[in-house]
């Protein structure tokens, strides 16, 4: 019978105490396999030679289930399983086009048709996109072409949606019409019968935003109206409220709508957002000064994903608040988004060793020092 080397017997004992040790189950293994030359195996009296990596190897293996098993992981909490980060792939973009056009109205090739019977002109885009870190001086030059939709209600009176009331509906609508335009209040206004009417022509700005916040992965957008189309229904939301008012022909038309703005304008889809996730009140820094389409913007009904669960930029990117009434008013849906912005407002101020306050103050005194004085506009309807 051969004799084992001795040097292996004495190695043996130390590369298992060593290897238990050794926590991370793959980091333990490669030492293993870095031991291994240097211990030589014993035979068994059967003749047969058993490796040592493979008996620590089985044995590394057995420990790591028998802890997995004794090790409870309790599932999230229901109201962050809820907030999932928005994922940024690269974006497609609908095909459509403008088939026809009289002067009273354009057709496009999606079937959407546009009365221009109310459009008027405003002051021309121009605007800058701010660093994402929203401190570092804007280099880029000016911009014309809107970046996102900005979807308002207008919560104006309403006629009992029926047959009967077809009259009062007409005359209900084209008494806001004229109202709207104006005020040069939105771009585009969907009346209740779905009808599309263009108020502001897409080159001009609308006063419909007012103070407001939004970001990509560009940048960050402030005072929307010179950056975001404003987009309008002839509704009414209600506090908390999560099921939309308006009428099917609304939706059929604000999707074909979307598509079209998307197509002309490449408009990205995590910019389709509500006035109540972009609205903001400097004079007390909280989000949410006016909370039309709170929780109710039936995104998925339209074409687009749920907007709802993006983290509302202005608190990342300036320290809004979002508090108790805006929670109460915007309901789950919008409340989500505020969570996963104040979660990602934690880990900044964690990555930078201050406490959430001390953070959250610094980037509320850059937002007051850069924008003290300005005073965008913003339409009397919301």
Known sequence: METPVRTGRSLRPWVEWRATRIDDPIARLRYLQAAAPR???????????????????????????????????????????????????????PDVWKVESDGDSDTYSNGLRIENRYAVSNHPRSYRVLPLDGTSPVLEPRHTEPVGIVFHTTESEQQPFEEGHNGALKKTAESLMEYVQRRRSYNFLVDRF??????????????????????????????????????????????????????????????????????????????????????????NMRIGYHTDWASSFPFEEVGLPDNYARPLAALVAFGFEADEEYRRVGGVRLSSGADLAEETLRQRANERNLSLTAYRRTLQRQYRERFAGHTPALSPMN
């Open 39 to 93: 211990v030589e195996p014993a035979r068994r009296k059967t003749g047969s030679r058993l490796r040592l990596p493979a008996i620590l190897l089985l044995f590394t293996t057995a420990s790591f289930f028998a802890v997995r098993g004794m090790v409870q992981v309790e599932p999230l909490p229901t109201h962050i399983r809820r907030i999932q980060p928005p994922l940024y792939q690269p974006e497609t973009f």
């Open 194 to 283: 779905g009808r599309v009417f263009r108020i502001v022509r897409e080159t001009d700005v609308a006063e419909h935003a007012g103070y407001s916040v939004w970001s990509d992965h560009r940048g960050i957008y402030v005072d929307l109206n010179e950056s975001f189309l404003g987009v309008s229904f002839e509704a009414r939301t209600e506090p908390g409220q999560e099921v939309p008012t308006i009428s099917p022909a609304q939706k059929r038309t604000a999707a074909m709508l979307i598509e079209m703005l998307r197509s002309c304008y490449g408009i990205a889809l995590g910019n389709c957002v509500t006035h109540a996730q972009v609205s903001v009140n400097p004079s």
